[in-house]
């Protein structure tokens, strides 16, 4: 067993037989503080996979406000899935909040794939449904529970946010202003 499939196999979805396969396809770029993967306006040409450091995921709205969608810690994917699938330009940026590893698969790299066997296609599959479902959570998360808890269950589920994401990105995350976030993080700690 490979030391990268020791790693990352699990990670990605992929048992060892096909592992060297993806892995041969992936390309590491490093990400300087506020670089782009992606802006607004360009399609979408990788999936990304970070190894070390942090990336953000936020649209700009009408009033030209940034509002964050989702934070990519070490070990998570990340990509504009919509841009890809219907290759059109990006509402999202996608941006490195700190120094940044990536690994990148070009989607026509992973197109390939898909069309070489079940296999791949499986993976794909995962892949989306794992998009899905972090997605859809986002979504309830926003519509169903208040500020409050919206920072509890952030702060449950991934305590990485408040160590590494400035506060101006977190409270924009959680769909209220940083003044906000100040009071809810005051009533919870007395």
């Not at 041969?24 to 490093?30: C, G, H, I, M, P």
């Not at 066997?117 to 859809?136: D, N, V």
């Not at 305590?159 to 590494?164: G, M, N, Q, Y």
Request: hydrophobic share 35%; charged share 30%; with cysteine.
């Amino acid at each position: 067993m490979s030391e990268d499939f020791k790693k990352y196999g699990e990670l990605f979805l992929v048992d060892e037989e096909h592992f060297g396969e993806l892995f041969s396809l992936l390309k590491s770029v490093k990400f300087k503080r506020s670089d782009f993967f992606l802006q607004e306006g360009e399609k979408c040409q990788y999936l990304g996979f970070v190894e070390s450091g942090t990336m953000r995921s936020y649209y700009v709205n009408e009033d030209g406000v940034e509002k964050n969608f989702d934070f990519h810690f070490k070990h998570n994917f990340f990509t504009d899935y919509e841009s890809i699938l219907c290759d059109k330009k990006s509402n999202m940026n996608i941006q490195a909040v700190e120094e940044a590893e990536v690994l990148l698969l070009n989607k026509n790299e992973l197109q390939k794939l898909y069309h070489k066997e079940a296999y791949w296609q499986q993976f794909g599959r995962r892949m989306t449904e794992k998009i899905y479902l972090g997605a859809k959570k986002r979504i309830e998360d926003l519509l169903y529970y208040s500020p409050e808890k919206r920072y509890l269950n952030l702060l449950k589920e991934n305590p990485l946010v408040f160590e590494k994401i400035p506060q101006k990105f977190i409270a924009s995350y959680l769909g209220i202003t940083p003044q906000s976030l100040s009071r809810i993080r005051n009533r919870i700690s007395h």
